[in-house]
């Protein structure tokens, strides 16, 4: 059966699926030559493509617990935020980094360390950068990386030999990975599943969480092997949600599984504000309009941490006398919808924070003005 024909069937099972899943199963793993899914989460069994990431985070815990604030404060008040981001390098060094969402997205103190870091302190982040490059998660890192070019500085060595690095193996990766695809696809299309099958394998064995590797097997088992108890048992969606879990831009998997309000709300996002967006950043397009854009699609698609990311930075570079309202609102939706609530309240003093300093500041430019004027 040629593809055309089998995705327009995946395209008709979609429209029908409207059964809400009421069993949840194992996310799946890799797969065997039959098309079945071993019963294998990514989840139990983490896959460390480059164990090498995470001896590159102890130098970061370094940077981080030598944090200083950006001035100590001419009116004697003490500066918090510089204490978050080493209370987060001390939490990192004394409980250790093995479980990758536990230290960051799912830490409060991950997440001060992200909100006191100024605009051009990428050291929190990059944390999430090699902890997902060591887990595997290639997709979600290029995400991340997107991240950490706009917001690196530019005069430290550090940050763009590691982006480079990181920016190279990702590409070899995933460019080793999809040539076995490619080559599989053109197999299935000549009705030899079994060596496409094979190919598809090859290929998660180089990138065990290759979406597009995961979308062939899918499409196969949806033209071969689809048993119907599966649309009301949860694993027809499960393939498919778990394409979406490892990579959000995967734009064909929000159109498969069960029809969901908030998933039509995220395909629409993806398409009219994320990929756009983010393709245009990629490229060096107009920063403040599509990092603003692409935050909203972030936010309506519910990953909510890719949408505090491109928040802040939104935030620093549009700072005219007061932080923009509406962007602390979103970004504090954005932690409230992920656990974090109790993290903005930190938020709100770290403004203050730098509202006092520029204050400060322009009292001290006004002084010396004046006694300019004076002499």
């Given at each position: 059966m040629k593809?055309?024909?089998?995705?327009a069937a995946v395209c008709i099972i979609a429209l029908i699926a409207t059964v809400s899943c009421t069993t949840m199963v194992k996310v799946k793993g890799s797969v065997e030559k039959s098309g079945h899914v071993e019963e294998a989460s990514f989840i139990e069994k983490p896959i460390r493509v480059y164990e090498k990431y995470n001896h590159s985070i102890p130098a970061l815990i370094h940077d981080l617990k030598q944090c200083a604030p950006v001035r100590e404060p001419a009116d004697g008040a003490g500066s918090?935020?510089?204490?978050?981001?080493?209370?987060?390098?001390i939490g990192l060094q004394s409980s250790g980094f093995e479980d990758m969402d536990k230290v960051t997205v799912q830490n409060e103190m991950y997440w001060k360390a992200i909100v006191a870091l100024s605009a051009n302190d990428i050291t929190a982040l990059l944390i999430r950068?090699?902890?997902?490059?060591?887990e595997g998660e290639l997709r979600r890192a290029k995400i991340v990386l997107l991240f950490c070019a706009y917001d690196q500085n530019q005069s430290w060595d550090r940050d763009s030999r590691i982006l480079q690095e990181v920016v190279k193996d990702i590409c070899e990766i995933e460019a080793e990975s999809n040539r076995y695809v490619e080559e599989g696809i053109q197999k299935w299309d000549q009705d030899q599943r079994s060596q496409a099958l094979e190919l598809y394998?090859?290929?998660l064995k180089v990138f065990p969480k290759n979406p597009w590797a995961l979308w062939e097997i899918a499409l196969d088992h949806l033209t071969y092997d689809l048993d119907p108890d599966e649309m009301l048992d949860g694993r027809f969606d499960a393939r498919y949600r778990l394409i979406r879990q490892i990579d959000p831009h995967y734009e064909m998997a929000y159109f498969q599984g069960e029809n969901k309000p908030e998933k039509r709300t995220a395909a629409q996002a993806l398409a009219q504000k994320v990929l756009p967006n983010f393709a245009k950043l990629w490229k060096g397009g107009g920063a403040l309009v599509n990092m603003k854009a692409l935050a909203d699609g972030y936010f309506q698609m519910r990953e909510y941490?890719?949408?505090?990311?491109?928040?802040?930075?939104?935030l620093f570079r549009t700072y005219n006398d007061e932080f923009d309202q509406a962007i602390v609102q979103q970004i504090a939706a954005c932690l409230e919808a992920m656990g974090m609530k109790r993290v903005i309240p930190?938020?709100?003093?770290?403004?203050?924070?730098?509202?006092?300093?520029i204050t400060t500041d322009?009292?001290?430019?006004?002084?010396?003005?004046?006694?300019?004027?004076?002499s």
């Open positions: 593809r055309s024909i089998a995705q918090h935020s510089a204490q978050w981001v080493i209370d987060f390098g950068l090699l902890l997902l490059m060591r394998h090859a290929a941490e890719f949408a505090i990311y491109a928040y802040k930075y939104v930190f938020l709100d003093q770290f403004m203050l924070e730098i509202e006092r300093i322009r009292k001290r430019l006004q002084t010396t003005q004046q006694q300019v004027a004076r």
